[in-house]
């Protein structure tokens, strides 16, 4: 009896020390960085963020450019930028390669993580570079870079980003949404060189 219970109890102890060892789901994987204890300089030479969110976010200093890296897969950098009052977002974001598994893009969070700016479709050829403005009501916002389909990584040839607020110098605002637009009328209004050419049209047509 005792000798059928000793390879069950070896077994249980072999399960539990196997659970013990196994590595549990990393909230940290799933954002993006893959733990800098986690990964050798092999993977990502460039070094691994702690930025993964907009608690972690690195602060941005208005005009001046810093530099980052999407690796490991999946990476999100997270970066906290301020919007004076009455000004825009000015936004540029550039890759320093055009041959790279990554293709940066941009989503702009405002401080309850809702998505409040976003990247334009890039189209262009050649090195990817962002250059954007983006009307925003003063406050703090989050820059959160990634790869566009967050398939690259890239931990040699990395990014650059920064930022300023720049005067909005639109002098029709403020229209810059449904509830300030602008009412334009739907009457068509001909001027005299117009209304004299449709009076020739309607003579040549008679
Ligand atoms: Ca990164
Ligand atoms: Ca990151």
Redesign the pocket.
């Known amino acids: 009896m005792h000798s059928s219970q000793g390879p069950r109890a070896a077994l249980v102890a072999v399960w539990l020390a196997a659970a013990c060892i196994t590595p549990a789901c990393d909230d940290n994987n799933s954002n ?2 893959g733990g800098i204890e986690e990964l050798g300089s092999t993977t990502c030479p460039g070094g691994v ?1 702690k ?2 969110d907009i608690a972690s976010a690195i602060p941005l200093t208005s005009g001046k450019e810093v530099q980052g890296f999407v690796c490991p897969l999946r ?3 997270y970066f906290k930028v301020t919007n004076n009052d009455k000004s825009l977002l000015h936004l540029k974001i550039r890759q320093t390669v055009d041959v790279t598994p990554v293709s940066v893009t941009y989503l702009i969070l405002d401080k309850d993580g809702k998505t409040v700016g976003t990247a334009p479709v890039w189209s262009g050829a050649g090195i990817r570079s962002f250059d954007d403005y983006h009307c925003l009501p003063a406050g703090t916002y989050y820059v959160m870079v990634k790869d566009d389909g967050d398939d690259g990584q890239d931990g040699q040839n990395p990014y650059w980003i920064s930022f300023t607020s720049d005067t909005d110098v639109d002098t029709g605002e403020p229209n810059n949404d449904f509830a300030t637009a602008t009412a334009i009328s739907a009457k068509l209004r001909l001027g005299s060189r117009n209304r004299s050419k449709l009076r020739s049209m309607r003579m040549r047509l008679t």
């Open positions: 993006g960085d963020d930025s993964v990476d999100q950098d």
